[in-house]
Each structure stands twice: as structure tokens, then as C-alpha cells.
């Protein structure tokens, strides 16, 4: 299985200040079809998760373009640009390429 | 609207069996894989198991696998996931998703005597 570690697991940020999530697998996430299915999930206090990033740095419909992905391979990295306070929540990465599917821990962004 | 929509959660003695159904809205839904994904109170997320759009492909997690069925009734744009032999740590609340781009907002099964 492909293990998915997140860093940091806490990140207190100041509002208007960046923020960044570092995640790293443990194989290469692509695909014999040349796509990297990496993508990046928002869990608000309370709610299912939410899409934001998909194929590494596409954000998803809706998504502001304050979030932002990159990466390859096997390390990848979401940016918030300026944190609002509706960014509080956990944020998952997630790996598509290879059954079974699997998930970081989860980095928890919180205001300082 | 596009929307999925979860039910047949509940509480159940471990050994017991349930089934989820999960009612898919404003998209074309014999097009998308489906998966259950679950989330153990206070914990993170973790994947159950994937179908493709026909439904001839099925995935599962080691820990289900054996136990959990999932299925699909493209004729009703609904998923669903039998579970049987249900153990305690199979409690959860389940979400189904079409991929990762959407999410429903989950059904709460809970295994305890």
C-alpha cells in the first residue's frame, strides 16, 4: 500500500499570513497512464471533505486561487496564500493512482 | 443540483449486517466511479471501497474485504454497500463520493452491544 505522511500535522497561522502542507508518499503516484492522481481534500469542523486540488495543482471548480498544489513524484505541497478564517479545518492529501486508495493523517490549520 | 445523498446508517450489534444506500443527483451517474470512504469519530479519513461506473469493477479495502459488498442500480442512480459481520471498528460515518470531486454528507453506523 502506498503510505501518505503529512507535515506538519498543526499548523497555527496568523489571518492574512501563508500557509503550507507538505506531503510525501511512499512511491512514485504516477500513473501508467502519464497522470499523477494526487490530490488535496478540505474538512471544515463538521462537515464532509471537500475537493480542492486534483492531478497535483488543478484547482477544482468553486476553489479560490488563494489554494494552490505542486509537486511530483513522490512530494507534493498545498499553499494557502493569505489564510481566512474559513480555512480553518483539516486538510487531507490523497493518492488515486494505486488500490487501495489512501489518505494522509491530516494537517489541522487553525488561527493563532 | 448535483448531490449525493447517504442513508441507511443506524445502530447494530457487532455481527450484525446494514445497508447503505447512497441517492446520486443532477449528473450522469452511470459515467463516475463511486466509492465509500469512512471517518472513525475523531480520526481521519479511509477508504472503503470503489465501483466503476458499470459496476463490473469492484475494489476493497483489506479490512472489509470479504465482509463488505459495494453495488450500484444505474437505473435509479443509487450506490450502495451491504455490510455484513460488522465489528466495532467498522463504526464510523460513511461518506460517499463520486471520485474525490464530491461528497455526500454521510451516514452515521455505529457497532455496539
Known amino acids: 500500500d502506498i503510505v501518505m505522511t503529512q507535515t506538519p500535522l498543526s499548523s497555527p497561522v496568523t489571518l492574512g499570513q501563508p500557509a503550507s502542507i507538505s506531503c510525501r508518499s511512499s512511491?512514485?503516484?504516477?500513473?501508467?497512464?502519464?497522470?499523477?492522481?494526487l490530490s488535496w481534500l478540505q474538512q471544515r469542523p463538521g462537515q464532509p471533505p471537500r475537493l480542492l486540488i486534483y492531478?497535483?495543482?488543478n484547482r477544482f471548480s468553486g476553489v479560490p486561487d488563494r489554494f494552490s498544489g505542486s509537486g511530483a513524484g513522490t512530494d507534493f505541497t498545498l499553499k494557502i496564500s493569505r489564510v481566512e478564517a474559513e480555512d480553518v479545518g483539516v486538510y487531507y492529501c490523497?493518492?488515486?493512482?494505486?488500490?487501495?486508495?489512501?489518505f494522509g493523517q491530516g494537517t489541522k490549520v487553525e488561527i493563532k | 443540483e448535483v448531490q449525493l445523498l447517504e442513508s441507511g446508517g443506524g445502530l447494530v450489534q457487532p455481527g450484525g449486517s446494514l445497508r447503505l444506500s447512497c441517492a446520486a443527483s443532477?449528473?450522469?451517474?452511470?459515467?463516475?466511479?463511486m466509492s465509500w470512504v469512512r471517518q472513525a469519530p475523531g480520526k481521519g479519513l479511509d477508504w472503503v471501497s470503489t465501483?466503476?461506473?458499470?459496476?463490473?469493477?469492484?475494489y476493497y479495502a483489506d479490512s472489509v474485504k470479504g465482509r463488505f459488498t459495494i453495488s450500484r442500480d444505474n437505473s435509479k442512480n443509487t450506490l450502495y454497500l451491504q455490510m455484513n459481520s460488522l465489528r466495532v471498528e467498522d463504526t464510523a460515518v460513511y461518506y460517499c463520493?463520486?471520485?474525490?470531486?464530491?461528497w455526500g454528507r454521510g451516514t452515521l453506523v455505529t457497532v455496539s452491544s
Open positions: 465501483i466503476s461506473g458499470s459496476g463490473r469493477s469492484t
Open positions: 463520493a463520486e471520485g474525490f470531486d464530491l
Open positions: 490523497t493518492q488515486g493512482t494505486q488500490f487501495p486508495w489512501t
Open positions: 512511491q512514485s503516484l504516477v500513473h501508467s497512464d502519464g497522470n499523477t492522481y
Open positions: 443532477g449528473f450522469t451517474f452511470s459515467r463516475y466511479v
Open positions: 492531478k497535483i495543482s
